[in-house]
């Protein structure tokens, strides 16, 4: 057998080096972002019920628009990787008076994915039986999301697209996103942590009624950041120019301006932290 040539050895070495590289810094997103929750606690349960809780793996085709419905109980997590289709997970709590039953109520529990639409639906419960099912997804990088929750915090990292998000009782959690994104909680806070040196895309609303906002912004970063609250107070710990007098809206171009990042709570604090 023929020992390839010296530039043949360099090629193949940068191509395992490129392919190493792109599923470390994949698998440190799961990690860090998503990964836990997938993870079944041994010690979740009580004296009064008995609990099972099991995930689900399914692999369906990338769409032009995932659609995920976490309905009455469910968080839905989206992690954008290298990926070229869609991996969901879903993690499957059940309570009941025995194991038997609990069992029974995660059989009956069906996972939909038809037509790019992701939701779960379960059996009837009787009295001090439930049921949950919450979503970590893998998408390509570059995806357009419409996600949806009753009681359930939703989180995306590291997606561009077209990103929609509603949910009335859960937390928004928005890192190294981009593109037209537009983000709404009823009850819980907001953070978005901002990386790279500009938005990239036509900017960001994330918006809550009651709950605290956080945004964390790298050094030397542009865009216009519009930000506030009724009833809190807000906190920037870095130089901002402002117009008029300050109080608790501020509207402000960060670096050379750009989209606008747009930021804001009716019944909580605004901090505004600058990347160390």
């Known amino acids: 057998m023929l020992s390839p040539n010296p530039l043949a050895r360099r090629v193949f070495g940068i191509l395992i080096l490129a392919l190493a590289a792109t599923s470390t810094g994949d698998a440190q997103r799961r990690s860090t972002f998503a990964r836990s929750d997938s993870e079944c606690s041994r010690s979740w349960g009580d004296r009064d019920t008995e609990r099972v809780c099991s995930t689900r793996d399914v692999t369906i085709p990338a769409t032009s628009l995932l659609r ?5 109980n469910g968080g839905i997590t989206v992690t954008g990787t290298s990926r070229r289709d869609v991996l969901i997970i879903a993690k499957i709590q059940t309570s009941a008076r025995s194991e038997a039953r609990a069992e029974e109520l995660a059989e009956e529990i069906r996972i939909h994915t038809e037509g790019g639409k992701i939701y779960a639906e379960g059996p009837d419960t009787r009295n001090r039986e439930s049921w949950s099912v919450s979503f970590e997804i893998e998408v390509p990088a570059e995806s ?8 359930g915090g939703l989180s995306v990292l590291g997606v561009t697209g077209t990103l929609r998000m509603e949910t009335q009782n859960g937390g928004i959690h928005l890192e190294s996103v981009g593109g037209d994104v537009i983000a709404e909680t009823t009850n819980g806070g907001v953070q978005v942590d901002l990386d790279g040196d500009r938005w990239r895309g036509k900017g960001l609303e994330a918006i809550t009624a009651n709950g605290g906002v956080r945004v964390n912004v790298p050094r030397d970063y542009s865009a216009h950041l519009e930000t506030g609250t009724v009833n809190g107070s807000v906190d920037i710990d870095f130089p901002v120019m402002v117009q008029g007098r300050i109080g608790r809206r501020i509207s402000t171009d960060l670096g050379r301006g750009g989209p606008t990042v747009r930021v804001t709570t009716t019944n909580g604090t605004v901090a505004i932290r600058r990347n160390r």
């Open 68 to 72: 995920v419905d976490g309905r009455t």
């Open 144 to 151: 357009d999301l419409d996600l949806r929750a009753g009681n």
